[in-house]
């Protein structure tokens, strides 16, 4: 993998935990680390043509299941769609908003 798809990886992987932990304190932890990894992101945005997004997207919903995070997760059952709910020029973008695109995949995954 290379490192531009790890960062936009590791990006929506924080997303992703923020919007599946329960523990309102973790969650914003998450939602810090996802804002710090977006900024560095949008400082120095990857090749658009080296980052496929929904391929990011699955390697983040494979590093938010790791079992340690299992027993924090209690907001929505983990089944996120398979296409990433955002672009990479969304992720980029300034004033990306993390609270809403926390929101976005609370509402996208199925809740059984």
Not at 52 to 57: K, Q
Not at 63 to 79: I, K
């Amino acid at each position: 993998m290379n490192e531009s798809v790890e960062r936009v990886r590791d990006a929506l992987a924080e997303l992703i935990k923020a919007a599946l932990i329960s523990d309102d304190r973790t969650s914003l932890a998450c939602r810090d680390a996802a804002r710090a990894k977006l900024a560095a992101l949008a400082a120095d945005p990857p090749d658009a043509a080296s980052v496929r997004v929904d391929g990011a997207w699955t390697l983040a919903i494979q590093a938010a299941e790791a079992p340690e995070f299992r027993d924090a997760e209690g907001q929505v059952n983990l089944t996120l769609p398979r296409a990433a709910p955002f672009a990479l020029d969304d992720l980029t973008a300034p004033g990306f908003d993390v609270d809403s695109a926390v929101e976005t995949i609370r509402k996208s995954a199925s809740t059984g």
